[in-house]
């Protein structure tokens, strides 16, 4: 059992930036594969980032290409997401989730994480 908790969220304006984390407790960190999803209202949960278990393999969705940045510790437990150039369409709570089976690639399918956090809204306003 892993349990996974977001902070950093907030509101920001048109181009700034905010940096998200997400502290996991209850099993060993780095046996898992990470990433960050977005569930924007009225629209269904997308990818936004993957790391692998030691953060040699990363991958983006093309939205945020270039202005996003997932990163993590395993000595801290904690994935983050450095979100820069923000956009009032990045507006969405942030979710972070663990994959066991895809620890040795990250994946940017759901259905393929085993935990989820409970999420941080982020706002962008213009």
């Known amino acids: 059992q892993v349990q996974l908790v977001e902070s950093g969220g907030g509101l920001v304006q048109a181009g700034g930036s905010l940096r998200l984390s997400c502290a996991a407790s209850g099993h060993i960190f780095s046996s898992y594969g990470m990433g960050w999803f977005r569930q924007a209202p009225g629209k269904e949960r997308e990818f936004v980032a993957t790391?692998?278990?030691?953060?040699?393999?990363?991958y983006y969705a093309d939205s945020v290409k270039g202005r996003f940045t997932i990163s993590r510790d395993n000595a801290k437990n904690t994935v983050s997401l450095q979100m820069n150039s923000l956009k009032p369409e990045d507006t969405a709570v942030y979710y972070c989730?663990?994959?066991?089976?895809?620890?040795?690639?990250?994946?940017?399918?759901?259905?393929?994480?085993?935990?989820w956090g409970q999420g941080t809204q982020v706002t962008v306003s213009s």
């Open positions: 790391i692998n278990w030691n953060g040699g393999n990363t």
């Open positions: 989730a663990a994959s066991l089976v895809t620890y040795h690639s990250g994946s940017y399918y759901e259905y393929e994480y085993d935990y």
